[in-house]
């Protein structure tokens, strides 16, 4: 299994983003795919899930400013981000959670910085 993030950099507070997964190696659309964030001395968290029917929940903090979705065509993942702000620097990683009988096989790509300037 292999995620390729893109789509990371620098902008302004206010502005918008888009960040891209792709996957390979599993059939995506069966899988449960999300976006966690790390900002510097904090622990990595939730943003936004997507699961194979397509539910999404999204991290208090993001609501009405992110959108992820999916293209299972393209087995790629994405994540909108508008109205950035200056908290919402940070490494973006994208999980994969495979569902292997009654266990979850998760996955991470290796990270894309994001970073809001204030």
């Known amino acids: 299994v292999q995620l390729v993030e893109s789509g990371g950099g620098l902008v302004q507070a206010g502005g918008s983003l888009r960040l891209s997964c792709a996957a390979s190696g599993s059939v995506f659309s069966i899988n449960r795919m999300g976006w966690y964030r790390q900002a510097p001395g904090k622990q990595r968290e939730l943003v936004a899930r997507?699961?194979?029917?397509?539910?999404?929940n999204y991290a208090d903090s993001v609501k009405g400013r992110f959108t992820i979705s999916r293209d299972n065509a393209k087995s790629t993942v994405y994540l909108q981000m508008n109205s950035l702000k200056h908290e919402d620097t940070a490494v973006y990683y994208c999980r994969q959670d495979h569902p292997d009988g009654n266990m979850w096989r998760v996955y991470w790509g290796q990270g894309t910085q994001v970073t809001v300037s204030s």
């Open positions: 997507i699961t194979s029917d397509g539910s999404t």
